[in-house]
Nanobody, 123 residues
Framework: QAQLVESGGGLVQAGGSLRLSCVASERTLFSNAMAWFRQAPGKERDFVAAIGWTGSSTVYSESVKGRFTISRDNAKNTLYLQMNSLKLEDTAIYYC????????????????WGQGTQVTVSS
């Protein structure tokens, strides 16, 4: 079964860093734009960052711009999210997502989703 699997989450102090990874089990899941979303407790799932197929085009939410970096390794079918200068408000479950065609910043732009990885930032 084709799937996206996230890893790299954990507990980190404010100001620290984490790198999330997302591996696609099949090439077909990694042949278009990819994105990271996150969902904090009691809140809706929000867009974090997206990257085009070649990796040359990226877009970030204002809340993470300058702190987070999205990247991809197409040879390894792997998506990354480098998170620096983490804040308490970055605490959430982080999901990677794969587009069928095109790309965007809303959930409806992405068809395949991983199960998520928990990121907890402590003071």
């Amino acid at each position: 079964q084709a799937q996206l699997v996230e890893s790299g989450g954990g507990l980190v102090q404010a100001g620290g860093s984490l790198r999330l990874s997302c591996v696609a089990s099949e090439r077909t899941l990694f042949s278009n734009a990819m994105a990271w979303f996150r969902q904090a407790p009691g809140k809706e799932r929000d867009f974090v960052a997206a990257i085009g197929w070649t990796g040359s085009s990226t877009v970030y939410s204002e809340s993470v711009k300058g702190r987070f970096t999205i990247s991809r390794d197409n040879a390894k079918n792997t998506l990354y999210l480098q998170m620096n200068s983490l804040k308490l408000e970055d605490t959430a479950i982080y999901y990677c997502a794969s587009a069928v065609a095109g790309w965007g910043t809303t959930e409806s732009d992405y068809h395949y989703w991983g199960q998520g990885t928990q990121v907890t930032v402590s003071s």
